[in-house]
């Protein structure tokens, strides 16, 4: 009962958010990239946090931020994150727009019902990259 409860909880958030964010700024890590994340960098394997960073959330966010648009980022789904993962994702994600002179923070809206703990770690790990001054 109580899974099944949580997951329409899912559905209808990520119903209600299709409706207010246009598809092309929806990205399902489970059903547009992997279920299983794998680590940081392309050369450590499959799925790597690089690749998502580089291939699916970078091109998105870009444009997002030229059109002033958000990118709803569903984590649910998958059989779970590494932190190397979650590092290289979305903290390469901040320091390559940094040297673009731009920010993710304010154009990324997480979402998950499963994993909400995952959602400040992730905004931590991007406001850590705001905050330095390194690359």
Sequence with gaps: MFQSALWRKAMILKKRTSIMN????????????????GGRYRKDGDHSGEEF??????????EAITEAAAVTVDLDGT???????????FGGLQRKLKKEGKTAIGFIRL???????????????????KDTDGN
Excluded: Q, W
């Design 22 to 37: 246009n598809d092309k700024y929806h990205i399902n890590i489970a059903n547009d990239f992997t279920i299983s994340p």
């Design 111 to 129: 979402l998950s019902a499963r994993r909400p703990h995952l959602i400040p770690i992730i905004e931590g790990i991007m406001n850590d990259v």
């Design 79 to 89: 059989i779970g994150y590494g932190s190397s993962f979650l590092d290289e994702a």
């Design 53 to 62: 960073c580089d291939d699916y959330l970078l091109p998105r966010v870009k």
